[in-house]
């Protein structure tokens, strides 16, 4: 459960918060991912900053390429990195496939094998989150990098979403449903969309989380927003013409979902240490909040005269 802070505004608290992970990319031994990149070790920078925000979140997810290669090695390190910050913060551990992963090793390594390990059939799911329902989708295709959604699995979300959830739904997949302006990634993208969007048209959709491209980008799909979490092994140096971007290690963020009664919003984290300000602490908040709407205004809004 979010833990709830005092509101001065005129929303209410979010009803629920997720984090949102992407494109770990973990290799068995930690070898260093294209040579040059610590997986491990930029993922353990990230949870720190996770656990280092105070918040409870409902749910964390991990929108794919989990590993780099589908070794089930590197699925146990993720969960040994993983799993004890999940503990301590109190929070689910939502997993979905990427390109770069391998349906049989994530079933036998993440899931435990309570999936016959061999069965390369989509690995999907649903889950309530006190009224939010968060469904994983696997945009993978085994042996290529590219994304899809077979009819079988399309028919399997619309029997899901035939009922609305007291909530919501979310969608959790790995290929976001959006265009990108980096030429490489048109090759790559999730194929036919349109079935996805004739699917989710009418539905309690209200958002799609995605990763794949590392970099942080959001629009709509159908009229649903999405939102594209970073990655945390490296990033996309967009600084670059479209032409020639390339990974860089920087940039590392991942993304906090708040979930009001009326919109979702996804803001974004970056994972970097940085010299950071002192100007509010949790007692300037009690203080605010001894105030009333008017003394907060004339204390915090009204400009010094001149």
Same mark, same amino acid.
């Given at each position: ?6 509101? /001065?505004?005129?929303?209410? !608290?979010?009803?629920?918060?997720? +984090?949102?992970? *992407? ?8 070898? !260093?991912?294209?040579? &040059? ?34 070794? !089930? ?7 040994? +990195? ?32 309570? %999936?016959?390990?061999?069965?390369? *059939? ?10 939010? &329902? ?5 945009? *993978? +295709? ?52 349109? &079935? ?24 709509? /799909?159908?009229?649903?927003?999405? *939102? ?9 140096? %967009? ?31 970056? +994972? ?18 001894? &105030? ?15």
């Amino acid at each position: 459960m979010s833990v709830i802070s005092p509101r /001065f505004g005129q929303y209410p !608290p979010a009803q629920r918060v997720l +984090v949102h992970v *992407s494109d770990t990319h973990f290799l068995a031994g930690n070898k !260093p991912l294209g040579g &040059r990149y610590d997986a491990a070790d930029n993922l353990r920078r990230t949870l720190r900053a996770i656990e280092s925000l105070q918040v409870a979140p409902d749910a964390i997810v991990f929108t794919g390429d989990l590993t780099d290669l589908g070794e !089930p090695e590197a699925y146990r390190a993720l969960r040994e +990195v993983v799993e004890p910050v999940a503990e301590r913060l109190g929070a689910p551990v939502i997993w979905v496939a990427g390109n770069h992963d391998e349906r049989g090793p994530l079933r036998a390594e993440i899931f435990d094998a309570l %999936l016959t390990p061999e069965d390369t *059939s989509p690995i999907t799911d649903v889950w309530d989150l006190n009224g939010l &329902r968060l469904v994983t989708l696997d945009t *993978s +295709v085994p042996g290529w990098h590219h994304g899809d959604l077979d009819e079988e699995q399309l028919e399997w979300l619309r029997g899901v979403l035939s009922t609305p959830a007291p909530l919501g739904t979310l969608l959790a997949m790995h290929h976001p449903p959006l265009p990108s302006h980096i030429p490489f990634f048109d090759i790559l993208e999730l194929r036919d969309q349109g &079935r996805l969007a004739e699917v989710i048209a009418g539905s309690d959709v209200r958002g799609i989380l995605a990763g794949h491209l590392h970099y942080s980008t959001s629009g709509t /799909f159908a009229g649903v927003p999405v *939102s594209v979490a970073s990655a945390t092994c490296y990033t996309m140096n %967009l600084a670059r013409p479209a032409m020639t971007v390339g990974g860089m290690d920087a940039a590392q963020s991942f993304q906090l979902v708040h979930v009001y009664d009326d919109t979702i919003t996804h803001a974004v984290v970056p +994972v970097v240490e940085s010299e950071t300000a002192e100007t509010f602490s949790e007692e300037w908040v009690e203080r605010m909040a001894a &105030r009333t709407p008017e003394e907060r205004l004339n204390l915090f809004s009204r400009k010094p005269a001149r």
